[in-house]
């Protein structure tokens, strides 16, 4: 597909307008100001319309929609423990699939091409992925409640056998992570284990951090050190990971993510709703550590719309820090772009420019929200109301365009979801 007469957010997120974007096999083939020679397909008018990189949602448990509005007002470990578990251990490999589905539907429509999952019945969330075409880091969440070594536990042999067999499945949208759920929902042998295990292997890790203080204190009480000192010390920092919340880091914590290179999942919305605290993202900038953005799961969210969370991030920083320099428009798309690639270990993402893959959202300009045209960045930030996304692609694939999906039976998935909330419900 030919893009023509667009005006595009180019790689260091500056505005270009009358660009020509070629894609092809997937890829963007040719950025310019004037028309490739020699292509003859499909054009795209693109007068009056911008084109971007698509977002990426780095801290997600998309299957979550089933639970969206279920359990609300409760603090995070009351709502775990009393409501979550107990509804998620009755849901089937069948019920995780379509909710899954449910939660890319979503995603694409408000422009996000990629999110990194953690979540149980990982096939369903694969085979959701593959066939929608839409791109995933995959996890299970590694827990341990029972004192058996790391090679008997389930989801880390879950996690094993996805990384042997479907990392890198659908020509690389499909990416086999592994992970520790949290420092008080495992034990040092399991996490010991896993970097042990992971040593010289080329993998990444996803867990949560220090989402809250009462998380910070207990883990204090049982170690003596914070999360971020008791991980490294177990060697979990010595391999790439992303970590969630990041609420309640202490002075040390901020040296520790920035000497392992730890990406932050900033998750502000999912934060706040869990009355959690607000994580001091200014300093941990400041520190050197690389942020990205999580919606975290719908049911502390509850949307996975990510335009959403990323307009709160820019503001609220500046809020709680009494200071409108904090967080600019540009360092806050770039958290949703190119950190969240980096962050998936997707070094081609996030990012218009030739050689990259297609993983574009196009906006539409002639719409309130995005008039007059100051500052294009600004309006993608502040204002824009989402349904001026026009079109979504992922990897040169058209997923979402003008209000129809073209990979997703929406009405099948409404339905399937609805029969699975009123079954898990009638058993509870
Ligand atoms: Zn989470």
């Known amino acids: ?59 997600a448990h998309s299957p979550m929609t089933l639970l969206r509005g279920y359990g609300e007002g409760m603090a995070l470990s009351d709502w775990l423990f009393t409501k979550i578990f107990p509804f998620e251990a ?15 539907a979503e995603m694409m429509k408000y422009g996000t091409a ?13 085979r959701a992925a593959l066939e929608s075409g839409f791109k995933i880091n995959i996890s299970s969440g590694i827990t341990s409640f029972d004192g058996k070594p790391l090679s008997e ?23 086999a992570d592994f992970s520790i759920h949290g420092e008080y929902t495992s034990n040092p042998g399991i996490v010991g284990g896993l970097a042990a295990y992971l040593k010289g292997k080329d993998a990444r890790v996803h867990i949560h951090l220090s989402e809250t203080k009462k998380e910070v204190a207990e883990c204090r009480e049982r170690h003596g050190i914070t999360p971020p000192a008791y991980f ?29 290179d730890v990406t ?7 934060n706040l709703k869990l009355a959690s605290g607000v994580a001091n993202i200014p300093r941990a900038l400041r520190a050197g550590i690389s942020v990205g953005l999580g919606t975290d799961g719908p049911s502390s969210n509850n949307a996975l719309n990510l335009f959403s969370d990323l307009k709160l991030f820019a503001l609220l920083h500046k809020g709680v820090g009494g200071d409108p320099k904090l967080i600019g428009a540009k360092e806050a798309l770039l ?15 996030g990012v218009l420019k030739a050689g990259a893959r297609a ?55 409404y339905f399937e979801v609805e029969s699975s909330k009123k079954r898990i419900l009638s058993e509870l």
């Open 1 to 59: 597909m030919l893009f023509k007469n667009i005006t595009i957010i180019d790689e260091n997120l500056d505005v270009k307008k009358n660009m020509f974007v070629l894609v092809q096999d997937g890829r963007i083939a040719y950025v310019g100001a004037a028309v490739p020679e020699g292509y003859d397909g499909e054009m795209f008018d693109g007068s009056r319309k911008l084109l971007m990189s698509a977002l990426i949602n780095i801290h």
């Open 335 to 349: 958290s949703v772009t190119a950190n969240g690639a980096r962050a998936q270990g997707r070094a081609d993402c």
């Open 90 to 104: 009755k849901m089937r490999e069948r019920d995780v699939y379509y909710s899954m589905l449910l939660g890319i």
């Open 153 to 175: 536990n389930a989801n880390f042999l879950c996690e094993q056998k996805n990384f042997e067999t479907i990392h890198g499945a659908g020509g690389g949208r499909i990416l």
């Open 264 to 270: 932050i999942a900033h998750c502000p919305v999912s």
């Open 114 to 126: 990629a999110s990194t999952e953690m979540y149980f019945h990982t096939d369903a969330i694969v």
């Open 232 to 260: 490294e010390k177990l060697g979990l920092f010595d391999l790439p990971v992303t970590a969630a919340h990041c609420v309640a880091l202490e002075d040390g914590d901020f040296d520790i993510l920035s000497r392992h």
């Open 359 to 413: 993983d574009l959202v196009v906006i539409d300009l002639d719409t309130p929200s995005m008039q007059p045209e100051h500052d294009l960045v600004s309006n993608i930030v502040y204002s824009l109301d989402p349904s001026a996304i026009f079109m979504t692609m992922i990897d040169g694939q058209v997923v979402y365009r003008d209000g129809e999906f073209k990979t997703i039976d929406l009405e099948k998935v």
